[in-house]
Each structure stands twice: as structure tokens, then as C-alpha cells.
């Protein structure tokens, strides 16, 4: 027989009461499960409201947005010769869920393919990523937590591969203040535009988790081991003008006029021949790419042994519980 509502309500107070702490693979689980039960009220809250919705409105067309980019997580459009690629989960701060990886590599092979000059990642609402979205550790596959780290690895390898081996000029439009993999991965773009409302941070130490997207060797090299172990180890977060001064960002803007300065001169940068800036990309990155695919493949091996570890769990499960969602 199902459980009802009241009966779920009931088990979630239970958990709360348990003298003995389950242990955080089995918070995890519970979330997991939590989840589940969460998205099949919310399934049963939206068909109901789609009922209603379309009973009072004939002139609703259910699904457009989705249908004009054909993605969940990003807004990605092509004029002036400009591929933007937004990431389009504002209200959790564009934190990256699976899907999203996913989807921003599909995006960045078409985009390599398609007619445009340069290609422009950037985030919609506030925030340009808060970076891995911590709930992904909570969908544990059978094989347990190791096929979770596992799993993990091998995708983040491939998805980090995609910025490696990105052949346009790429560059970043940070809109608001970024998060772990969202600046990591910067030592992998082309150029680095922010607003003066964009913050770095890579709390890794914190989060029990090591470096990825390159930076333990991209980082170094771009603003010397000393300030890259402050960031990377220690997770100092940068403002804006400090990130520019390490050289991470190539210009700063007033938030004021940060889309209307950015957009007119990436329009201009992308009328220009775009054969040559591709090979001209090419002989600027290719003589590091081989290093930059070892060096992402180590990573990945550390952080998979990282995302087993206490330090890393319970810092997850900290923050679920923070979010009241343990
Ligand atoms: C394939 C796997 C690859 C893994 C690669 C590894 C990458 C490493 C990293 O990226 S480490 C960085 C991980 N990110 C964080 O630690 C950030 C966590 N988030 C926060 O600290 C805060 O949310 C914040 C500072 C970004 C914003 O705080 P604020 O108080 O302004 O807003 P809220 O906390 O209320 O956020 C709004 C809702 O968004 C949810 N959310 C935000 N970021 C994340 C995230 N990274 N993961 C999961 N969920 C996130 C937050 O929970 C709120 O949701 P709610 O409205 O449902 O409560």
C-alpha cells in the first residue's frame, strides 16, 4: 500500500527525533527519497494548475520557452554571429544539476559546429553559478556511493574535456557572483568578462573536495602558485577587481552598464573573420591541450576519492540540513 502524505509527514518528524545518528549515507538516501516524494506532489500541484490554467486561457501555449531552445536547464541563442549559452536555473542560483552538464556539453558541440564566430556562456538572475548543485550527491544508483563517485568522475572528465577542446573563441560573461567549477573552469575560457557585482569562490577545503576544471594547473600559471593555493586551498573569494588583478578576469564593468558595454563589443569582436580567430585560438591553446587532458584526468581521480571521504559527506549533508531538506 502507498504512503499517504501524513503518513511521509510523520516519518520525516521520526528521523528528526532518532537518538542515534543515522550516518550520512543514509541521510543522503533519505533525501533522495524525500525528493521523489516532493516531485510527485509537485507534479500533482502543476498538473493541477495546468487544468486550471488552461480552463481559464485558450491563448496559453503550454511549453513554448521550452520548444524555442529544446533544453531544461539553459537558454541558448544564435544571432550576430554569437552563440550565448545561459544558464537558466535562477532560483538555485544556477547551481549545476546533471541534466545541466549534460545539456551544457550538447550545447558546446553544436555550438562548435554551428555558423556563429564566438560562443558566450552566461547565467540568468542574480548569480552566474553557485557551482556543482550539492543535491547531485544525493542519487545514489545501487552500486552505492563508489558507483555515485565513479559515475561522477567519468562525467566530469568528459565535460571538462568539451571547454579543453572548444575550437571558437569562448568567453565568459559573468553577470553576478560565481562558485567552484563555475570559476575554475575560467582558466579554460578565452576571455573573462564581469560585473562589478561577480564574486570568485572555490570553497573547496570547506567542502572536503579538491580542484577541478584545470585549475590546479591553470590557476598557478595565470596568477602564481601563492595566490591560486589562497584561492584553491584556503578559498579566499575574490571580489571582481581582485580576480582581474590575478588576471582570472580580462575586464571589469559598472553592473550598471555591464550588458549594454559587453554585448556591443562581443558584437564587434564576432563580425571579425572567423577562420582566423579559430586558428588563431588554435596556435594560442593547442600546444597545452595534451597536458591540460592529463591534468583533468588526475583531478578527476583525486575528487573521485575526495567525494568519498567524511570531510566531503559531511559537508554535503551540512548543507542539506541548512536547507532544511535533511
Ligand atoms: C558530475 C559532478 C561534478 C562535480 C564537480 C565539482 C564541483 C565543485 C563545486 O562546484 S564546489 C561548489 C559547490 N557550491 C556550493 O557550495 C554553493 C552552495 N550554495 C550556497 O552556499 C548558497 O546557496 C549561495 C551562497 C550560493 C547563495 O546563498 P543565498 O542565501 O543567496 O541563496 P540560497 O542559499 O537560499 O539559494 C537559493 C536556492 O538555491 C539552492 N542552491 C544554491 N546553490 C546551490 C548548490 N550549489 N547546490 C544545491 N542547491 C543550491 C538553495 O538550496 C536554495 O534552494 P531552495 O530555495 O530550494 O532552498
Redesign the pocket.
Known amino acids: 500500500m502507498r504512503a499517504s502524505q501524513k503518513d511521509f509527514e510523520n516519518a520525516m518528524n521520526q528521523v528528526k527525533l532518532l537518538k542515534k545518528d543515522p550516518g550520512n549515507e543514509v541521510k543522503l538516501k533519505l533525501y533522495s527519497l524525500y525528493k521523489q516524494e516532493t516531485a510527485r506532489q509537485n507534479y500533482v500541484d502543476l498538473v493541477s494548475s495546468l487544468s486550471s490554467s488552461l480552463e481559464s486561457s485558450s491563448q496559453v501555449e503550454p511549453g513554448t520557452d521550452r520548444k524555442s531552445t529544446g533544453y531544461e536547464t539553459l537558454m541558448v541563442t544564435s544571432e550576430d554571429g554569437i552563440t550565448k549559452i545561459m544558464l537558466n536555473r535562477p532560483?538555485?542560483?544556477n547551481?549545476l544539476n546533471?541534466e545541466m552538464?549534460h545539456e551544457i556539453m550538447h550545447a558546446l558541440k553544436a555550438a562548435s559546429k554551428d555558423d556563429s564566430a564566438i560562443t558566450v556562456l552566461t547565467g540568468n538572475g542574480d548569480?552566474y553559478s553557485?557551482?556543482?548543485?550539492?543535491?547531485?550527491f544525493t542519487d545514489i544508483p545501487p552500486g552505492g556511493v563508489e558507483e555515485k563517485a565513479k559515475n561522477?568522475a567519468i562525467?566530469?572528465r568528459e565535460f571538462v574535456g568539451c571547454f579543453i577542446d572548444f575550437p571558437k573563441p569562448l568567453i565568459a560573461v559573468v553577470n553576478g557572483p560565481a562558485?567552484?567549477?563555475s570559476v575554475t573552469l575560467l582558466g579554460l575560457f578565452d576571455a573573462v568578462y564581469a560585473s562589478d557585482r561577480a564574486t570568485f569562490h572555490t570553497?573547496?577545503s570547506h567542502?572536503g573536495?579538491s580542484p577541478?576544471g584545470c585549475s590546479s594547473y591553470t590557476f598557478p600559471k595565470i596568477m602564481s602558485p601563492a595566490k591560486a593555493t589562497e584561492m584553491l586551498v584556503f578559498g579566499k573569494k575574490l571580489t571582481a577587481g581582485e580576480a582581474c588583478a590575478q588576471g582570472l578576469v580580462t575586464e571589469v564593468f559598472p553592473d550598471s552598464t555591464f550588458q549594454k558595454e559587453v554585448w556591443t563589443r562581443l558584437k564587434a569582436f564576432a563580425k571579425l573573420p572567423p577562420n582566423a580567430m579559430r586558428i588563431s585560438k588554435e596556435i594560442i591553446r593547442n600546444r597545452e591541450k595534451e597536458k591540460l587532458h592529463a591534468v583533468n584526468a588526475e583531478e578527476c581521480s583525486v575528487?573521485q576519492g575526495r567525494w568519498l571521504s567524511d570531510e566531503c559527506m559531511n559537508a554535503v549533508v551540512n548543507?542539506l540540513s541548512r536547507?532544511s531538506k535533511l
Open positions: 532560483t538555485k542560483k547551481a546533471v552538464y548569480y553557485s557551482g556543482n548543485d550539492l543535491t547531485n561522477g562525467l566530469l562558485v567552484g567549477i570553497p573547496f567542502l573536495q577541478e575528487l548543507f536547507k
